[in-house]
């Protein structure tokens, strides 16, 4: 069994290799940064993982990027990675995005009960000296992953509109969230959804990549004016970033919160939407 949401490089490192673990990099970056997410994990990635696409594994047919695919989509995907949805699976990136907190909830959203996020990632897997491979990913056939969608966990445009009573909770950083700085997307407006709360993903995180402990996270919900043991609507620049307040809230015994998963770039890109700048 995989206790909660989290497991440490010590766990990982003593399980490698057990027949029902499924080891997944969420690696993933910004449009605007040049590495490769795909061509890092070929040079370098955990023994026995396997690499998950967040931007491919998406219904591409949405003009916003990384939109969730549909259950039967997700589960073909998963199969075709070699990850079923009855085995314990670990994520983990190498991101400042902490992209692993977006396949964490992909993967438990469509049915997967046990996924666990691997704390401080990558990151500090290699700075303690553990093991790594390269090259593409070793074939395990024959995993079965039976994808149903949970319902009432993701949020849509129309929703918000039509006036959800939770309150949304952004996850860019302060400067994208006021307007002081503008979105990276084309043709995206600067801001966001009145009435937003601020809480930067960025925030949640230490220095080592490792989230912060509970009472550090309370502090930084209060400080927002988020109960999050109360139902939100976690929102950033494309549904990504925003799981990391989903997580830190479940961290706190919190089960309520959602994702609005179009985010900024599907509401910053429509004209018709209502937009706020500055501090709330």
């Known amino acids: 069994m995989i ?33 490769d997410a795909a061509a890092e994990f070929l040079a370098a ?23 969730l695919p549909t259950a039967a989509a997700f589960g073909a995907a998963m199969e075709a990675l070699g990850v079923g949805s009855n085995e314990r699976i670990v994520i983990y990136d190498n991101s400042p995005l902490r992209t692993a907190a977006r ?6 959203h469509f049915g997967a009960s046990q996924v666990a996020v691997l704390d401080g990632g990558l990151g500090k897997w290699l700075a303690e000296g553990r093991p790594v491979e390269a090259g ?13 969608q949970r319902a009432g966990e993701v949020v849509s445009k129309s929703m918000l509109l039509e006036g ?20 990276p997307r084309p043709a995206v407006a600067s801001g966001h959804i ?9 925030a949640l995180y230490r220095d080592d990549g490792t989230f912060r402990p509970a009472q550090e996270l309370r502090v930084l919900f209060a400080q927002a004016g988020v109960d999050p043991h109360q139902p939100f609507i976690a929102s950033c620049g494309s549904g990504v970033t925003a799981n990391s307040l989903i997580l830190a809230a479940r961290r706190l015994g919190g089960r309520g919160g959602m994702l609005y998963d179009g985010s900024w770039s599907e509401w910053g890109a429509d004209p018709a ?5 500055g501090a709330p």
Not at 6 to 35: Q, Y
């Open 45 to 67: 990635h955990i023994p026995g993982a396997r690499f998950l696409d967040i931007a491919e594994v998406a219904d591409q047919t949405h003009p916003a990027p990384h939109m």
């Open 103 to 108: 396949g964490w909830f992909m993967m438990r």
């Open 136 to 148: 593409a990913a070793v074939p395990r056939p024959g995993r079965r992953f039976a994808a149903e």
């Open 273 to 277: 939407t209502p937009k706020e700048t």
């Open 164 to 183: 959800v009573t939770a309150p949304v909770v952004d996850a860019r950083s302060r400067a994208r969230f006021t307007g002081e700085e503008s979105d």
């Open 3 to 35: 206790d909660g949401d989290f497991v440490s490089t010590e766990w990982l490192a003593a399980n490698l290799g057990v027949e029902d673990l499924a080891i997944v990099d969420c690696t993933a970056f910004l449009p605007t940064n040049p590495r």
């Open 194 to 202: 009145p009435g937003a709360r601020s809480l930067p993903m960025s």
